[in-house]
């Protein structure tokens, strides 16, 4: 807001010019993003709403919302864990090799994601580096949840380190030195120090990780081998209903996805307000 | 607590920051360690708090009440510790910060919630800050906030008190009467302190010994009136003040005779601008003639710049009281004898 306004008593640009461009931008967002949205729901409940809720009303449809729900519930703590202690390690301390860990920390959102779903085909597959260890001990995880778990965390990995690596540096470690001077053991210094500094940043990391977690659909689609009621997905069982000419079915769990965006959407503008808040107090700090 | 600091090396990469430290700290002293940024000085103090280890490959040794604290956690030390920029708890209030170091103690020696708000109500009447419990740290001003510092390291009574230019980031005014405050409430506790500074007026001001420290070393150790007025070398005396330098060599008489260059029987004399008197140009004891340059009237002594009358490009500093000023009747433009008090010169370091 504050930059927009700035902007205009600097650059005095005839009204014309201003209409143009932000209308430009307006019909931009309305076109390629609004529409969209609201297609999403109007095709969902094009048959009434009997219909919308009746396509929930299956087995397979159940089973990848539970597939989805468990993936994320598993991949999205993990990832909070990694991404605490490898910002942690980031911020906090100065070792060998740290630059090449913060661009690996960037890979995933480097690659495309259907090739880190083909790298754990590579690795795990049954023509993989440790395919044949893993089928004579009888462990399936391509073409299994492990799989699906395993490429979701990959996608989802930056997104809580991402967030707590700029954050932390800012904050710096004298408030966890003197904590420590005070006597606070390692744990206590973490949990009462440093996690209520970083908690509105990391909520933010963990609400973008989730909604990519659910979302996913390109590393998912390779490793799952769309065996419809055990791993698909919900991104991945939209595209099946598609395919099979079941539009009210595929909107109707699209729907699911786009309300879970929305949601995303909300708490991602209040958690930014408060993130900034907190950085603001640290700048009156100095 | 008697703190003894035995033959301490400590390098970062190839950057020597301490070179054979050896300090004694005497128990119920205020010691300041003082020196340039970059001298080791802070580094000295968290070496002492246990934030920097001492070398492996070292043989150096800390000793506190004699026991070798090298092993020792940071918290087991009992130290408190005062950090330039306050470090405050940022999501705590002022009572919340305080209680802290009360609040991690284990189970056993942890006081209870009455005990606790008793303590951190007289902490907060000792820094003056009583009715202030209930805000946050942003919403203090800096002097506040470095006394809620200084409460939440004495809450868990630390046997010595760590302070890492405690007043750094403060403006002059507040800085001079924290300074003040500080020794008074430190004679009144008595507790062993250490306090970093790069300012020499507030080491000399606060301190009941100096030491002084460049380049990782210490220069000299001892009580303000001796570095100031006894500096043990050339570094001693121009980082605690402004210093003339004259080269030359003492008559018979005792009189200093200048040479332009330095040869063999001349040496390099170091004189405070207030051990200069301004005489007559035709006096029998000028050592030489300047021109005066610029008068600074601000201040509680005047300081008359001058440059040497043979040559523009040396600078002398001469400070006088007003009065003596104001008798000599000194002006800008004048053409007035030199006179030093007090002569001062360094040989192989050593000082006359």
């Not at chain 1, 409940?45 to 993936?71: C, H, M, P, W």
């Not at chain 2, 301490?8 to 205020?30: D, H, Q």
């Not at chain 2, 043989?59 to 030390?77: C, S, Y």
Request: charge should be neutral.
């Amino acid at each position: 807001m504050k930059t927009f306004n700035d902007a205009k008593s600097t650059q005095n640009e005839p009204k014309w010019v201003q209409f143009i461009l932000i209308g430009t931008a307006v019909l931009f967002l309305l076109v390629m993003l609004v529409a969209p949205l609201i297609t999403i729901f109007v095709e969902a409940f094009r048959k009434g709403v009997e219909a919308y809720f009746v396509s929930f009303n299956d087995a397979y449809v159940l089973q990848a919302i539970k597939l989805t729900l468990i993936t994320a519930a598993i991949a999205v703590p993990l990832n909070l864990v990694f991404g605490v202690c490898a910002s942690w390690a980031i911020a906090k301390y100065s070792f060998f090799g740290k630059s090449l860990l913060i661009t690996l920390i960037d890979l995933p959102f480097a690659v495309s994601p259907v090739i880190s779903g083909f790298v754990y085909v590579l690795l795990f597959g049954a023509q993989g580096w440790f395919g044949h260890w893993l089928i004579e001990n009888d462990v399936q995880i391509i073409f299994a949840v492990p799989g699906i778990v395993l490429a979701t965390i990959f996608v989802t990995f930056p997104f809580v380190a991402r967030e707590l690596i700029p954050l932390m540096q800012e904050q710096g470690n004298d408030e966890e030195q003197a904590a420590l001077l005070l006597g606070a053991s390692g744990f206590q210094t973490f949990w009462k120090v440093t996690l209520p500094n970083i908690k509105w940043g990391l909520l933010y990391g963990v609400i973008l990780c989730n909604a990519r977690a659910m979302g996913e659909f390109g590393a998912v689609s390779v490793v799952s081998g769309h065996i419809q009621g055990v791993t698909n997905t919900m991104p991945l069982q939209v595209e099946i209903l598609y395919n099979e000419y079941n539009f009210v079915a595929a909107f109707a769990v699209s729907t699911l996805l786009a309300i879970l965006a929305l949601f995303t959407l909300l708490l991602k503008y209040m958690l930014e307000w408060k993130v900034a808040r907190d950085l603001e107090k640290l700048k009156t700090d100095e | 607590m008697t703190i003894e600091i035995k033959h301490i090396t400590k390098n970062f990469g190839n950057f020597i920051a301490l070179n054979n430290i050896n300090l004694n700290i005497v128990p119920g002293e205020l010691l300041a360690l003082l020196g340039p940024s970059g001298s080791g000085k802070t580094t000295l103090l968290r070496m002492i708090a246990g934030l920097e280890t001492i070398d492996e490959t070292d043989k150096g040794e800390i000793l506190f009440n004699n026991i070798n604290v090298a092993t020792k956690k940071i918290d087991e030390r009992d130290i408190g510790f005062v950090f330039q920029h306050y470090a405050l708890f940022r999501h705590m209030t002022v009572f919340e910060n305080i209680a802290f170091g009360l609040r991690v103690k284990p189970k056993k020696e942890r006081p209870s919630n009455e005990e606790i708000k008793q303590k951190v109500n007289k902490l907060l009447k000792l820094i003056q800050l009583d009715g202030f419990a209930t805000r946050f740290p942003w919403q203090l001003s800096g002097g506040q906030r470095q006394r809620v510092a200084l409460a939440r390291a004495l809450a868990v009574e630390p046997k010595v008190l760590l302070l890492d230019e405690p007043f750094g980031a403060l403006d002059a005014k507040v800085r001079a009467d924290l300074r003040k405050w500080l020794k008074e409430l430190q004679t009144q506790l008595g507790i062993t302190t250490v306090l970093v500074t790069h300012d020499q007026e507030e080491a000399l001001e606060v301190a009941d010994r100096i030491v002084v420290i460049n380049k990782g070393k210490i220069e000299q150790v001892g009580t303000p009136q001796e570095v100031f007025h006894n500096p043990a070398n050339e570094f001693v005396i121009n980082f605690l003040g402004s210093v003339n330098l004259f080269h030359g060599r003492v008559e018979e008489e005792g009189r200093l005779s200048l040479s332009s260059t330095l040869e063999n029987d001349h040496s390099k004399f170091l004189i405070r601008p207030h051990e200069l008197e301004i005489v007559s140009p035709n006096s029998a004891d000028a050592i030489l003639l300047a021109t005066v340059k610029y008068v600074q009237l601000a201040g509680s002594q005047v300081k008359v710049e001058l440059t040497h009358l043979d040559n523009e490009q040396k600078h002398i500093l001469v400070e006088v009281s007003h009065y003596e000023f104001n008798d000599k009747n000194i002006k800008k433009g004048d053409i007035v004898g030199i006179r030093p008090r007090e002569l001062r010169t360094f040989q192989d370091g050593a000082g006359i």
